[in-house]
């Protein structure tokens, strides 16, 4: 089945990220490189991880809403690799991985690298809260080290 560690132990590896799995709805905040808000969007992030055997061992659905507009969605898959969930979808490949170092358990990282040939890298960071009922992630979008754009997500439990 192409596994390469069991759906137990992989959530054991990174337990601050496998406690987000379930349906958080919430705000997206996106800022210009000044820090003037450019957009906000109401969202539902649908994160699960897959049962032994499955090609792959996560899966994230992100769906956004702005005023007037269609939604969107974006499938993203992954595979546990090492030390870290390595995923991808037709715009980005990225990993994800708890802090260990922060005292909490309540930190993981998620990196990115956009396969459009912009050089564009994304950083961002989770905190979880303590009841693990909500969680903020702040997101930077670089190119050449240099930031392009901020995301500010806020976002609740809702299964």
Do not use: C, H
């Amino acid at each position: 089945n192409g596994d390469l560690i069991s759906k137990r132990a992989m959530l054991a590896l990174m337990p601050t990220t496998a406690r987000m799995e379930g349906t958080w709805e919430g705000t997206f905040r996106r800022y210009d490189a000044t820090g003037v808000l450019a957009e906000t969007l109401a969202s539902t992030v649908i994160v699960r991880f897959l049962e032994d055997g499955n090609a792959n061992d996560y899966s994230q659905t992100n769906i956004t809403r702005a005023p007037g507009q269609a939604e969107k969605r974006i499938e993203s898959f992954g595979k546990w690799d090492v030390d870290r969930l390595r995923f991808y979808n037709p715009r980005v490949d990225g990993w994800a991985k708890d802090v260990p170092e922060d005292p909490s358990g309540l930190t993981s990282i998620f990196m990115m690298t956009f396969k459009d040939g912009s050089g564009m890298t994304v950083a961002e960071i989770v905190s979880l809260s303590p009841d693990g009922r909500s969680r903020s992630r702040a997101t930077q979008y670089l190119v050449a080290g240099k930031v392009v754009r901020r995301t500010l997500i806020d976002e609740v439990k809702v299964d």
